[in-house]
């Protein structure tokens, strides 16, 4: 049973182009959680998402950052516009029902160095 | 906001001495979790408490929540090279518990 997959585990972007963060839950879990950490903190919430639905958004940056868990396919988030300051490691995890009570999974994570 | 506060940030012993990080919210939770993450690694589930006054034990390490659902404490016995990474707590908010705000963590490096 995979675990939960992100990729790219890498990725080096310059200022200005977009990045694409891919994240695939593990099998059975319809709940998505995207986490940014910075170097030495501790995770921040980003956004919760089910299938196709975007459940809380509220640490998501109002712009250029956005987030979504298609029917099909692996949950996305997509940051436009690079800035230096989005150079973070991004976790996401996964859990098989809703709610806090319940463990997340985390994935590898994916670290985005912005030039 | 609810924030969550954890020390120490960094704590260094040695291989055989007891190791303890601390939690405190802001407000009422309603679960904590606690995480492990190696250097480099990503975070690992470790336990997750959510009655008041909770005490759970994983072999040399005792877990505790507060009376008042707001502090929570991770303690290691006799600490070997394999517990150094950085613990993780993570709160669960009442009424959107699935949000879990972590602290900012407590580094644990062990000299053989």
């Known amino acids: 049973n995979a675990g939960v997959m992100q990729n790219p585990r890498h990725l080096v972007r310059r200022r200005g182009q977009e990045a694409r963060l891919r994240c695939s839950p593990m099998?059975?879990?319809?709940?998505v959680y995207w986490y940014r950490q910075l170097p030495e903190e501790g995770l921040k919430f980003m956004v919760y998402?089910?299938?196709?639905?975007?459940?809380?958004e509220s640490g998501m940056p109002k712009e250029r950052f956005s987030a979504e868990f298609p029917k099909e396919g692996p949950s996305i988030l997509r940051i436009q516009q690079v800035v230096r300051g989005d150079s973070a490691a991004y976790f996401c995890?996964?859990?098989?029902?809703?709610?806090?009570?319940?463990?997340?999974?985390f994935g590898p994570g994916t670290r985005l160095t912005v030039l | 906001g609810q924030q969550v506060m954890q020390i120490p940030q960094y704590q260094h012993v040695q291989e055989g001495e007891d190791f303890t990080t601390y939690c405190n919210s802001s407000?009422?939770?309603?679960?904590i979790q606690w995480y492990k993450q190696r250097p480099g690694g990503h975070p690992v589930f470790l336990i997750q408490?959510?009655?008041?006054?909770e005490v759970k034990k994983q072999k040399r390490l005792t877990f505790q929540f507060g009376e008042a659902k707001k502090n929570s404490s991770l303690h290691i016995t006799a600490t070997q090279t394999t517990d150094v990474g950085t613990y993780f707590c993570?709160?669960?908010?009442?009424?959107?518990?699935?949000?879990?705000?972590f602290g900012k963590g407590t580094l644990l490096t062990v000299n053989p």
């Open positions: 993570a709160g669960g908010r009442q009424g959107s518990n699935y949000k879990l705000t």
């Open positions: 099998k059975g879990h319809s709940h």
């Open positions: 995890a996964s859990s098989p029902q809703a709610g806090g009570d319940n463990e997340q999974f």
């Open positions: 998402l089910q299938k196709e639905n975007i459940i809380d």
């Open positions: 407000t009422t939770l309603s679960n």
């Open positions: 408490l959510v009655k008041s006054g």
